[in-house]
């Protein structure tokens, strides 16, 4: 078992270990006075593994209900959530009683907003399933939902009681969301641990899921906890993100994951400071090998000016002002904030 400290303004522990899922009920149980448990999960993890973790919620003394939603980014709108809302009043939960979630990273996202405004606010647990969920999104506490003028769009920061990470789960994963999942996992090497970037180079990260879901997750928590509310260094978490959103826009989110458009932006980013002399020279040629040793694509044929137009609806504009993350080298990582219309010129390299 490995067991990472969280230290945020409310604290708590992440627990990765094979098999662990089915400790749910003993976890949830220490860890809260519910009586009721309302699992949350999508339609793919459901079948899966909703039973083990009923069983487990069962054994430990709750009332258990589960809600199924259609899986995929499509259900991530307000309308789910309100589905939510509803079997949350329905089953009777009051505020002393526990949501779990149980999925990806859509999932954790939308359970996670649920907890945060149900009653305003009751606890939740995470149990993530896909490989991007367990080394990224289920730390940290940033939930929400997608409006259809952009992606998480409304949300809340709400940390939830506790994260347990099976990592035998992804073992049903989709090849397609493992691959997904190592954009984020390279992302996490590229900005803060160049040693974990060489250990991502040499080895088949895939044979030591463990380590490098505790490594990612240590990681964010050391980020997180310095900056629970994104006023500074968390925005490093976003490197790769502000062109991959763009992109996923420009593609109106069809052909491309998330991941592999991480993937893309974080090779375009380092590309982008090697030609203003800002990052280290042969930094992209490693950042773009090592996005295709993991089957992630390197590029896009967007130009500068398409480009620059779809970044500048993303979240991190303000004043006027574009805050962008690249690299001095490996494992360094810096914020850059630039004018708009200087965002153009920026990407014609
Ligand atoms: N809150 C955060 O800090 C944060 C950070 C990064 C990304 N995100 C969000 O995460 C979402 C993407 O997460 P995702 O890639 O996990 O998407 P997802 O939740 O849609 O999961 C991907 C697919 O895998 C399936 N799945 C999940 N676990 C499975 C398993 N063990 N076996 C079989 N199938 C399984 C799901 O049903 C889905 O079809 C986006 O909405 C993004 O905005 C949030």
Not at 21 to 36: C, F, P, V
Not at 251 to 280: L, N, P, S, W, Y
Request: proline share 3%.
């Amino acid at each position: 078992m490995k067991t990472v400290h969280v230290d945020t303004g409310r604290p708590y522990d992440i627990y990765i270990e094979k098999g662990v899922i089915d400790s749910a009920g003993e976890y949830a149980k220490k860890l809260s006075n519910a009586q009721k448990v309302t699992i949350i999960t999508d339609s793919n993890v459901a079948p899966l593994y909703q039973w083990r973790v009923i069983n487990s919620l069962s054994a430990a003394g709750f009332t258990v209900h589960t809600h199924v939603f259609k899986a995929g980014e499509e259900s991530k709108h307000l309308g789910t959530i309100a589905e939510m809302y509803k079997a949350l009043a329905d089953f009777g939960m009051t505020r002393k009683d526990l949501i779990v979630a149980l999925g990806g990273g859509v999932c954790g996202d939308m359970a996670g907003f649920a907890a945060a405004t149900y009653l305003r606010g009751i606890d939740f647990m995470q149990i993530p399933t896909s490989l991007l969920a367990q080394v990224d999104s289920s730390v940290g506490g940033k939930t929400g939902v997608d409006l259809p003028q952009g992606k998480n769009l409304v949300g809340a920061f709400h940390q939830p009681v506790a994260v347990l990470i099976d990592p035998d789960t992804l073992l049903t994963l989709p090849d397609q969301f493992i691959i997904d999942g190592m954009g984020e996992v390279i992302k996490y090497g590229c900005i803060k641990d160049a040693a974990f970037f060489d250990f991502l180079e040499q080895e088949n990260a895939l044979q030591h899921l463990e380590e490098v879901i505790e490594t990612c997750v240590s990681i964010k928590r050391d980020v997180v906890s310095r900056d629970e509310r994104e006023a500074g260094e968390r925005m490093l978490l976003n490197f790769g993100h502000t062109l991959g959103h763009a992109i996923e826009k420009l593609r109106d989110f069809k052909g491309i994951t998330h991941g592999m458009a991480v993937a893309v932006g974080m090779v375009m980013m380092t590309r982008a400071g090697e030609a203003q002399g800002i990052t280290e020279a042969g930094t992209t040629a490693r950042v773009e090998a090592l996005c295709k040793k993991y089957l992630l694509p390197v590029k896009e044929s967007f130009s500068a000016e398409e480009l620059a137009k779809a970044a500048q609806s993303d979240k991190k504009t303000a004043g006027g002002g574009i805050s962008l993350v690249l690299l001095h080298t490996i494992g360094d990582s810096f914020t850059k904030k630039l004018p708009l219309e200087e965002l153009r010129a920026f990407f014609e390299f």
